[in-house]
């Protein structure tokens, strides 16, 4: 009999159309990524990102970052990489660092904020990773608590923070301690 994680074996079909409805209706989900639970919605749903916004208490001009499975799902809002950027940021990836790329021309400024780059990473957690590859879509994600507060580790955390504005997906956050780390591809930066 084959053995699933703990962080795998939640993601069932009932709960897979449970998901999917509620971000096709612009809802925002809450997941388990690496060092906390994340917050996330269809990044091309304009109303469930003001939402996602609205609910965190944090300012659109700071932009958000997005996650994928693979760098297929984040492609469509970083303009093309060269090959040597691409040899640069690829053995980071899947893991904990966060790229800060140059926009494509249609990435929305709602995803963007005041900048003209998009924040990106391919998941290393199990969960977060199977969900995006599953839903065949990237996923906002930014830490599950109101801005200043501490983000939830838990789903009984996110529960207590969200009530039933948002859904949340159970499963069990990753071992990190800190945040991903931010980088800025063209200057080498650590933004975070």
């Known amino acids: 009999m084959p053995r699933f994680s703990a962080s795998t074996a939640v993601l069932n079909a009932a709960l897979l159309h449970r998901i999917r409805a509620h971000l096709r209706h612009g809802g925002v989900i809450a997941y388990p990524t690496e060092s906390c639970y994340g917050l996330g919605c269809?990044?091309?749903?304009?109303?469930?990102?003001?939402?996602?916004?609205?609910?965190?208490?944090?300012?659109q001009h700071k932009g958000l970052i997005l996650i994928g499975s693979d760098f297929s799902l984040l492609r469509p809002y970083a303009a093309p990489l060269t090959e040597a950027q691409w040899q640069k940021i690829s053995p980071a990836?899947?893991?904990?660092?966060?790229?800060l790329l140059p926009a494509s021309r249609a990435t929305p400024a709602w995803l963007r904020g005041g900048h003209q780059s998009?924040?990106?990473?391919?998941?290393?957690?199990?969960?977060?990773a199977?969900?995006?590859?599953?839903?065949?879509?990237a996923l906002v994600s930014t830490s599950a608590n109101r801005s200043g507060l501490k983000p939830a580790r838990s789903l009984a955390a996110c529960i207590r923070a969200f009530g039933s504005e948002v859904l949340v997906v159970p499963g069990l956050v990753g071992k990190r301690k800190r945040p991903s780390t931010i980088v800025e591809l063209k200057t080498g930066a650590v933004i975070r």
């Open 42 to 59: 269809d990044p091309r749903n304009h109303r469930a990102v003001m939402k996602l916004l609205r609910l965190k208490g944090r300012p």
């Open 93 to 99: 990836w899947p893991g904990p660092v966060t790229w």
């Open 118 to 128: 998009i924040a990106v990473r391919v998941s290393a957690h199990p969960l977060a």
């Open 130 to 137: 199977r969900l995006c590859r599953v839903l065949g879509m």
